[in-house]
């Protein structure tokens, strides 16, 4: 298991392995966290049921615990765990059913905030 890191330590860990050390780099890096995400929508045929399926409660509770749990962490640590449950969401986007969904972003919450401390 690897050792606790504080919030500044993991942001040191991103910043060095995601950026690297070259002005370039970094200007890239900096350029794509500010550009707004492109996203493709994709039409659902009027034959298939849309319903989804996703209690409210525990996606509050997600978003709560979340935010509870990264108050007093720099925007790039954050900005990390934002890439993790992105992630998750991109693995559950064909499935209407979104309970198993918010079951693994609380897992990647609890897992990532756990190593911070």
């Given amino acids: 298991m690897p ?15 995601v950026s690297g050390n070259s002005p370039e780099a970094r200007q890239l890096h900096n350029r794509a966290a500010l550009e707004p995400m492109q996203l493709e929508c994709q039409e659902v045929p009027d034959d298939e049921p849309s319903s989804l399926t996703v209690d409210h409660n525990k996606l509050k509770d997600l978003l709560n615990s979340a935010v509870a749990k990264t108050q007093d962490c720099e925007v790039e640590s954050v900005e990390m765990l934002y890439a993790l449950l992105a992630q998750c969401i991109f693995r559950h986007r064909d499935n209407p059913d979104k309970t198993e969904l918010v079951q693994e972003m609380e897992a990647q919450v609890d897992s990532f905030t756990s190593m911070l401390t």
């Fill in 3 to 17: 050792a606790a890191l504080s919030c500044g330590e993991a942001t040191d860990v991103c910043s060095s392995t």
